[in-house]
């Protein structure tokens, strides 16, 4: 049988997959073998065996005739469980989700695309409303370039679920995670340059680590996972904290903290594991739409902070010209 990559897959699934109720199911197994010796040249399940035209978006997809079998077999195994009344099956680790144009999940695709959109309007208008000289400007426009890599790579993995795509999506993921505790640090301990010199040497040490632990020998889906989960707390630790300092002279620091706390709750929607409304909507998908909008108000946040830096650094520099 086949993995989610096509890939041919002996007994085991643990190397190449998470395996699940569907695909271990025995309906599952002999649709898909029948599947390809009906319908692919070989048993790699990498070409079909007879051409015919099919939507140019599933070859651009690199939709093979594997690929192929283990969707229709999919649905043919859902639609078996609930006709017995069974509860729906998971493949893969995956929910079943309706191809649209050649994507996986057309859902979580899209609203990946609404937070790189999000993110491209909010960088025009920082670039716009700041001037060239304001300080750490260049900080949070190389934290939106992170970002918006990170987006386009959730975009296509989401539209093809493939090894490459899937280290690509989850690496990228973190990079913004990480970025996101580095342009905190570097905010708040602006002035001590020395320091912050150290703590870029070593976040970056540590992002090219933990890049290469996760790709060698197989995805450590609970290592990825800790670690993602202690970097966003110490981002919001250290957020909150600020914000409260500096409520009283910051008339603005309400915009991070409802940000973070905002973050924090839509998070948890990933905890919720439950089937897709229509077979396109999951939690996942909803997460990622509800992400958008804050990118809004932590833009927010970065152009009134920026703008009050830059009204200090002036005070500044005027009172010692008159020293």
Not at 178 to 193: A, E, N, P, Q, V
Request: with cysteine; charged share 20%; proline share 4%.
């Amino acid at each position: 049988m086949f993995a989610k990559n096509g890939q041919k897959k002996g007994s085991s699934c643990i190397k190449i997959t998470v395996c699940s109720l569907g695909d271990q199911s025995p309906f599952f197994y002999k649709c898909i073998s029948k599947c390809i010796d009906k319908h692919c040249l070989n048993y790699d399940g990498l070409e079909f065996r007879m051409k015919y035209p099919r939507p140019f978006y599933l070859d651009l997809l690199r939709w093979t005739c594997g690929d192929d079998c283990n969707y229709e077999c999919m649905w043919q195994t859902v639609n078996g469980f609930e006709e017995r009344g069974y509860r729906i099956p998971q493949f893969f680790g995956k929910w079943p989700f309706i191809r649209f144009l050649g994507m996986q999940e057309p859902a979580s695709t899209i609203f990946s695309l609404v937070n790189l959109y999000a993110h491209v309007r909010m960088m025009i208008r920082m670039q716009t409303e700041l001037r060239p000289d304001t300080p750490l400007k260049w900080l949070w426009l190389g934290y939106g370039v992170v970002s918006c890599h990170a987006w386009i790579w959730s975009a296509i993995f989401h539209s093809r679920d493939l090894p490459f795509t899937e280290m690509m999506d989850y690496s990228c993921a973190y990079s913004i995670v990480l970025t996101s505790c580095y342009t905190m640090l570097m905010r708040i301990l602006r002035k001590f340059w020395k320091l912050n010199l150290v703590i870029t040497f070593l976040f970056l040490t540590f992002f090219l680590d933990h890049v290469r632990y996760i790709m060698q020998g197989g995805f450590d889906y609970s290592y990825n996972m800790k670690v993602n989960v202690a970097t966003g707390l110490l981002t919001v630790i250290c957020w909150l904290l600020w914000s409260f300092w500096n409520c009283r002279k910051l008339q603005y620091v309400w915009k991070i903290r409802a940000y973070v706390i905002l973050v924090a709750l839509t998070t948890s929607l990933e905890l919720w594991d439950l089937p897709p409304l229509f077979w396109t909507f999951d939690c996942h998908a909803i997460w990622h739409l509800s992400t958008a909008p804050l990118h809004v108000l932590f833009y927010s946040f970065i152009i009134d902070d920026c703008k009050y830096l830059r009204n200090e650094d002036m005070k500044y520099e005027k009172f010692q010209e008159i020293e």
